[in-house]
């Protein structure tokens, strides 16, 4: 229910925030910009003992465009206490299921988007790649002579690379753009604490810092 509520404190700000950007009237994808900004919304995952479920996720980001193009960096992390999962241990006969705790869920990814139109909603995509573990993993049932190992092959198990799908739509109002957008990720290892592949819903605001390359001016950044 915590959870419910954030999700649906966020997505109502958001609302409001893109019912502003939707009565300014700003239009027009602007080039070779640098952005920054945060994010927050709700991540979707499942682990070796868990289903599906969702937590609340927060961060920020970076944003670079060049002509209908743009690289998008993102750090967040979903806050969630007492998750559950199970690792292998391979180093005793036979192997040995061993239940972890872990706290939240860390995510690196760039992206590398596209931005079809120039309009008053502008909707992006792309394709990416990332960095995602679990933090503070707990491995339960140790002893002080496996302890460092068990925690060691926790700590692997959490942390996985994967590929990334990711759409949105933006809208922009002066320096700022407020966007909402979904990412999609590839699964993890069959071995890993995390199963399957994990989706996360966000919506945030970037700052514009100006120009992203030397030489181009404020009023010719916006056109083509």
Do not use: H
Not at 16 to 31: I, K, N, R
Not at 65 to 88: D, H
């Amino acid at each position: 229910m915590r959870l419910l509520g954030r999700t649906a404190t966020v997505l109502g700000l958001a609302c409001l925030v893109l019912v502003a950007a939707l009565s300014a009237q700003t239009t027009g994808f602007e080039t070779f910009k640098w952005y920054i900004g945060g994010q927050a919304g709700v991540t979707i995952f499942e682990t070796q003992s868990q289903t599906r479920s969702g937590i609340f996720t927060a961060g920020g980001n970076m944003l670079v465009t060049a002509k209908r193009t743009g690289l998008l960096i993102t750090v967040e992390e979903g806050f969630a206490r007492n998750q559950v999962s199970r690792m292998t241990d391979n180093s005793v006969v036979p192997p040995a299921q061993v239940q972890v705790l872990f706290n939240d869920i860390r995510k690196f990814s760039f992206s590398l988007l596209a931005f079809p139109l120039r309009s008053a909603a502008q909707p992006y995509f792309g394709v990416g790649a990332g960095f995602m573990q679990t933090v503070k993993e707990y491995p339960q049932g140790t002893t002080p002579a496996n302890a460092a190992a068990l925690q060691d092959l926790a700590e692997r198990t959490g942390s996985y690379g994967f590929g990334s799908l990711t759409a949105g739509v933006q809208f922009r109002v002066a320096r700022f753009v407020v966007f909402g957008q979904g990412e999609l990720t590839s699964s993890p290892a069959s071995d890993k604490l995390l199963v399957g592949p994990t989706l996360a819903f966000t919506g945030g605001m970037r700052f514009s810092l100006g120009s992203a390359r030397e030489g181009v001016s404020g009023a010719g950044a916006g056109s083509d």
